[in-house]
């Protein structure tokens, strides 16, 4: 369709009305049907600890065992009563009045207490939870129960693993609706700003929240079919990556689509158009994230494991609805969509400028970032440079080793008070102890050698029902101790109290003496528990880090090699978005540690930041440099490369101010590594977009010339080639200088 025509072509029917407006009714099903579903994601989400165990790590082993010792999958509630003076024995008498209501509440085995602690200040309980689906509500009833049958004037807490998974569930209770809400709160008033226009925002955010729709409808069908394993943690992810992933997709069809209606009056043809010249950018950029998250499939890390493919099915329906939903309403709507500020049709000699310089037709920020591109490449880009290396170092100062449970949360929490009070009136790793796994016939052996571990304050096999076999007299109130151990399959459990707070470096230091002394006793021996459970966590997610990345890398790379149909490009490429995402986590380290204040980082979140932060900082190369090579093959490439810049400036800028608005977002979810990653991506996306797409590779390019398309046929010899490129503004200085 040549320029000419354009503005008086006619599109038959089927094309005007009829494709558009089946489209519009396909995804008001998916929607229809999607939406509802929403809300019942809890229904396939978990946020017990299976689903964040390392698949294969000695520690979810151990676990397997333990479930082979419990009639039902019962979870641990520790309640501890705590007062400022010693329990008289009338008070005694009263909390041991508490057992059969708690019993009664807990729907599992015995309760075992009240256990009094030896300053005689506290008394606490182990109540096991029968279901882990109920654990938040019963969790509740004994927290209420227990603050009001406690003797008067006594501090309660309901803590350990159940009292920590309902605090956690808490948490994530906003990711339904709060989040999603600031989300597309903040992306409403963004297209706003940069549109002037009440419809176009609309519009997009329409598209946006239809492929929410369909990527919750997909994930839900996933997750019940029992294909993957959902968490809240994924699950706030998956909103929030959606969100803005499918607004940055309609953000780039929306620029080309406006360009499109400056050439031509007939609303369809512009849909077209648009669509031709966006589809391959954005089906590039969702291919590079998909498969980037699809790597995370190499980690052994359950909730590695089950982020890769939630995400990647978000990032599919974004694709989907920015390539299809949006052009059928662009195609309906028109000009209309941009109203009041329409854009004009152009004269047909200002369609296409004549390029000498690049610069021409250009005006504003572009222009002068543009200017200062072209007058001093080597300059700029070697700044932009030292500056992302200077901001690097802060990489040396980042944390990333796992922190305490108890820090997990960043609200106000009664299970991690109750930790807190634990540790001030019981063994610091009493509620929490490890569990050890030995053959039947070694068992005493182990026992043995378990207290005899530096770190190890008592240990104790157990019998039916979780009770200790301890040979000491029972606990007031509590059942009188078997002499019988358990066995399953030849194997025994033995819980050892280790005398440092589980979620410490020194509990962590002690299991891996366990491990190392009891396989020389009993080489299956398993060291299970809490502890073992963070420290396998950590271990893996160092391992996965080394693991995945190359991965990932070598990926991204492919892709762009076949995008751009270069290998220099694509490698410079991917040395700016490392450079970009070593550059953000120092600032974040610096950032975590000064600022904020907080103890550490998960050990998961420089993985989960190098995921997201290289695969969407391509994004806005691939939008960036894709235009730039069409634009070279019609003007050379140094012209290319300024044009490229200035007409996917403002939709980039766009783009990466409205991602990192979404993922800011996160940062409302109190959960440490839901706000450190929100942070993380926010940052990074941003110094992306402001530094290393505005000036470090255009100013690299524009200094390299055609060669940077080597070894394609725009860098060699011919059209716009090497030999009639205008030399760069410092090149041809020195030329001069030599000659």
Partial sequence: MNKTSQGSTRVPFWLRWLVPVLLVITWLAIAGIGGPTFGRLSEVSSNDQASFLPAGAEATEAQDWQAKFRDSKEIPAVIVIENDAAFTPAQLGEAAALKGKLEALGAGSTVVGPIPSKDAKAVQFVVPIGSSDEVKQVVQELRDEVQA???????????????????LVSAFAGIDGILLLVALGAVFLILLIVYRSLLLPITVLFTSVFALTAAILLVF?????????????????????????????????????????????????AAL???????????????????????????????????????????????????????????????????????????????????VTGLEGQKGLWRATGSLVSRRPRAVWITSVLLLLAASAGVLQLKANGVPQTDVILTASNAVDGQDALARHFDAGSGS???????????????????ATDGVGDAYLLADGGVPITGAPAAPGAPAAPSTPSVRDGKVLINATLNFAADSNEAENVVVDLRRELKKTDAGALVGGVTATALDTNTTA????????????????????????????????????????????GVSAFVFNNIFGFPGADATVPLFGFVFLVALGVDYNIFLMSRVREESLKHGTRAGILRGLAVTGGVITSAGVVLAATFAALGIIPIMFLAQLAFIVAFGVLLDTILVRSLLIPALAYDIGPRIWWPGKLGRAGTHSAASEPAAPEAASAEAGIR
């Fill in 149 to 167: 049958s406690a003797p008067a004037g006594m501090r309660t807490f309901v803590t350990g693993p159940a009292g920590l998974t309902a605090d």
């Fill in 273 to 355: 158009t648009a669509w031709k010249a966006a589809w391959e950018p954005i089906l590039a950029s969702g291919a590079t994230v998909i498969i980037a998250l699809l790597c995370l499939l190499f980690s052994d890390l359950n909730s590695n494991k089950a982020l890769g493919p939630v995400a990647a099915a978000g990032i599919l329906c974004s694709l989907l609805a920015a390539l299809t939903l949006l052009p059928a309403l662009m195609a309906l709507l028109g000009r209309t969509a941009f109203w009041p500020f329409r854009p004009k049709l152009l004269p047909e000699t200002e369609r296409e400028p004549e390029l």
């Fill in 221 to 269: 069908g996933m997750a019940k079919l029992g294909w993957i394993q959902l968490n809240g943690q994924s699950q706030g992810i998956l909103s929030i990556l959606v969100i803005g992933a499918a607004t940055d997709y309609a953000l780039l069809y929306v620029a080309r689509f406006r360009e499109a209606l400056t050439h031509t009056t007939n609303r369809t043809a």
């Fill in 542 to 585: 160092q391992r996965d880090l080394v693991t995945i990345i190359p991965v990932v890398l070598a990926v991204i790379l492919v892709i762009l090699m076949l995008l751009l149909r270069s290998v220099l490009a694509p490698v410079l490429l991917v040395a700016s978005v490392v450079l970009s995402y070593g550059a953000a986590m």
């Fill in 433 to 451: 102890p490890a569990v050890i796994v030995a053959d039947e016939s070694k068992a005493q052996d182990v026992l043995d050698k378990t207290k």
